[in-house]
Nanobody, 120 residues
Framework: QVQLVESGGGLVQPGGSLRLSCAAS????????MGWYRQAPGKQRELVAA???????NYSDSVKGRFTISRGNAKNTVYLQMNSLKPEDTAVYYC??????????????WGQGTQVTVSS
């Protein structure tokens, strides 16, 4: 069983920054993809950013240029640096670990989520 723990969420003013962290533990396979999804009330859970074991990244168009996903030296750790935050970034952010970017939403493991609120 794989467990994911997110941290770093909170309340921030528009234009501010937050850094989310996710650490995975358990029976983690060597080759895997990790990423961040978010879900706002009344909306579908959507991909924010993902990074493969080889370092290939994918970003939602809505966060390109503002968010950066990265892996720690330990490959079961992933970060999301969020800059220039907007109110529409407000959501619960979930860490995910899966086989590929294409399949991780459906078959990957999920963290419990961390709330990010962008408001004045």
């Amino acid at each position: 069983q794989v467990q994911l723990v997110e941290s770093g969420g909170g309340l921030v003013q528009p234009g501010g920054s937050l850094r989310l962290s996710c650490a995975a533990s358990g029976s983690i396979f060597s080759m895997h993809t990790m990423g961040w999804y978010r879900q706002a009330p009344g909306k579908q859970r959507e991909l924010v950013a993902a990074i493969t074991n080889g370092g290939i990244t994918n970003y939602s168009d809505s966060v390109k240029g503002r968010f950066t996903i990265s892996r720690g030296n330990a490959k079961n750790t992933v970060y999301l640096q969020m800059n220039s935050l907007k109110p529409e970034d407000t959501a619960v952010y979930y860490c995910n670990l899966g086989l590929t970017i294409a399949t991780m939403k459906l078959t990957g493991y999920w963290g419990q989520g961390t709330q990010v609120t962008v408001s004045s």
